[in-house]
């Protein structure tokens, strides 16, 4: 059983940046795959961006290209979300999600990902 955890959240100003770690128990070299996901109140849990881990392939959702940043630090065996140019409509959880099976599909989908962390709330004032 994996375990991720996220850190990083806080309160921060429109235009601003946080930069989210998820930490993992298990190496994440070997992984499938690696998201970042975030749920508004009142919405559904959407994607943000994924890691296809073996090449290295790299997925945004529209909403924050251009903006947020994903990464993995495998030595540090930590997923990274680095967020730029905040703004209030980017408030809600954000979630970090780790799978290690393969031939699931695509990285961009939430039922790809049978491991999640907690969550780390971010919150953006105007």
């Known amino acids: 059983q994996a375990q991720l955890a996220e850190s990083g959240g806080g309160s921060v100003q429109a235009g601003g940046s946080l930069r989210l770690s998820c930490t993992s128990s298990?190496?994440?070299?070997?992984?499938?795959?690696m998201g970042w996901f975030r749920q508004a109140p009142g919405k559904e849990r959407e994607v943000l961006a994924d890691?296809?881990?073996?090449?290295?392939?790299?997925n945004y959702a529209d909403s924050v290209k251009g903006r947020f940043t994903i990464s993995q630090d495998k030595d540090r065996n930590t997923l990274y979300l680095q967020m730029n140019s905040l703004e209030p409509e980017d408030t809600a959880m954000y979630y970090c999600?780790?799978?290690?099976?393969?031939?699931?599909?695509?990285?961009?989908?939430?039922?790809?990902?049978?491991?999640w962390g907690h969550g780390t709330q971010v919150t953006v004032s105007s």
């Open positions: 999600a780790g799978d290690w099976s393969y031939g699931g599909g695509a990285c961009n989908r939430e039922a790809r990902y049978k491991y």
């Open positions: 890691i296809y881990t073996p090449n290295g392939e790299i």
């Open positions: 298990h190496y994440i070299g070997t992984s499938s795959c």
